[in-house]
């Protein structure tokens, strides 16, 4: 009996312990990788695909369309009936009801060679834009991927739980039969049945909500990768840390790739380039335009009674604003504000920035030295279970006082789990922020 008691704790250390059996490593499911899980999210999810099209949206607006001519092709009829009374040469004529039909169509070309360089500074905004809709994607892809590695390492979380509430289930079960055995030879009281029995039902009901929440981690992961609701166990996988994170490097990554950081300098390279469009009303406007024009003009009660005229034209069209109720000073000092404004904005975000890196790597050393703690703690309640289930089988130790034991190693595994879990969530957070993630 010891032996296979022995055989029952030894499966549940090493799955606690991160390493787990083959022989119950049976899946319903292939078994899908965190990477796996980030590609058909990022293939799939659809806030990324909106964010795409916007992107593209920005790519489109990049064109050489401010520096090109506009043509235009128009054509008109335009038909009078009227009564009147027109003089010839002293003669007097009624006119009752006369006809005019007159058609035009021309092709008219205008092309604006100088506009204090606004052409320019439009084509230049539109690529800030682009750059702005290429961090957003940036942005948007960077978090789905720490949604996806939490929800990921949420089921990792909840699975070793449940193997943990599993193992602890067939050592409750192996514990009731043998306490249930001795009672029925008279070897053991019936109150020390019945008290294994209650750890039994206890042990069957934590089992039971782990799998509840094994499944609710499912479906959250599920939901972020665009996958079945109903689709489980396919994640059989383990929490590793990476090597400590150092301070300095991660301060020198955030404020060179930072997204939000990139934003808030693009976010000022806009508000210059407004300054530059509404200093541009300021100088004069020279257009040139050309074209072709042809008319035919019929009126039956007139002495000419058809004109027709056809051929090009073309010239110059300077302009300049003397007077326009002030709106461009107003426009330009409010433009420079903006930048002000953009300016103050950026340095805020960098201080929040800052704030929030700091905050993150004071958590992520602490969440680092309590898994040290945690590692320990469940390695030396492993070691006094054992020793304990040496006693408990000899006799020397009451079933009350084993369960103590058992309690204390899934209580201690259990925090190990979630320390980290904690770490590793933290550890994300500090990529996600210095700009790392995707490098």
């Known amino acids: 009996m010891k032996n296979t008691l022995l055989h029952i704790l030894l499966p549940l250390a090493a799955t606690l312990l991160g390493a787990i059996p083959s022989s119950l490593a049976q899946e319903t499911a292939p078994l899908i990788t965190l990477d796996s899980c980030i590609s058909r999210a990022l293939q799939s999810n659809y806030s990324i695909q ?108 909840q699975q070793h739980k449940a193997d943990a509430a599993r193992h602890s289930l067939d050592l409750s079960v192996a514990r009731y039969k043998e306490a249930n055995d001795k009672h029925l030879l008279g070897s053991l009281s019936g109150i020390e049945a019945l008290q294994a029995k209650l750890d039994l039902n206890a042990d069957s009901s934590n089992y039971m909500q782990t799998r509840e929440a094994l499944r609710a981690a499912y479906i959250t992961l599920n939901t972020v990768i665009n996958g079945d609701l109903h689709r489980r166990d396919y994640v059989r996988d383990s ?59 019929a009126t039956p009660s007139r002495a000419t009674t058809l004109a027709t005229s056809h051929g090009p034209y073309w010239g110059f069209a300077l302009s300049i604003d003397i007077f326009n109720r002030l709106d461009t000073r107003r426009r330009i000092r409010n433009a420079a504000l903006d930048e002000q404004n953009a300016e103050l904005s950026y340095r805020d975000a960098e201080l929040q920035v800052r704030s929030d890196l ?47 034991f058992q309690r204390t190693y899934i209580d201690a595994v259990d925090r190990e789990l979630s320390a980290l879990y904690d770490a590793k969530i933290s550890e994300l957070s500090l990529l996600l922020i210095s700009g790392r993630i995707l490098r």
Not at 62 to 74: D, E, G, H, R
């Open 50 to 157: 909106i964010i795409r099209n916007q992107q593209r949206q920005a790519q489109n607006n990049v064109t050489a369309s401010p520096f090109l001519p506009t043509v235009a092709l128009n054509a008109s009829q335009n038909q009078t009936i009227a009564r009147g009374t027109a003089e010839t040469d002293g003669t007097a004529a009624t006119q009752d009801w006369a006809r005019t039909n007159a058609l035009s169509a021309g092709v008219a070309l205008n092309w604006t060679l100088f506009d204090g360089l606004e052409m320019f500074v439009t084509r230049a905004r539109y690529e800030e834009l682009l750059a702005i809709g290429e961090l957003h994607t940036k942005a948007a892809i960077e978090n789905l991927i720490v949604r996806v590695a939490s929800a990921y390492y949420e089921v990792v979380r």
């Open 358 to 404: 700091e905050q993150l790597y004071n958590t992520y050393i602490n969440k680092l030295l309590l898994v040290n703690f945690e590692k320990d703690n469940a390695r030396i309640a492993f070691e006094n279970l054992d020793a304990a289930l040496v006693k408990y089988k000899l006799g020397s130790l009451a079933g009350i006082e084993f369960r103590e």
């Open 239 to 297: 929490i590793l840390l990476r090597p400590s994170l150092a301070h300095d490097p991660l301060i020198d990554d955030m404020l060179a790739h930072n997204t939000t950081l990139q934003l808030a300098r693009r976010d000022r390279k806009i508000s210059a380039l407004d300054l530059k469009l509404a200093r541009a009303a300021l100088f004069p406007r020279l257009d040139f335009r050309g074209g072709y024009n042809a008319s035919r003009n």
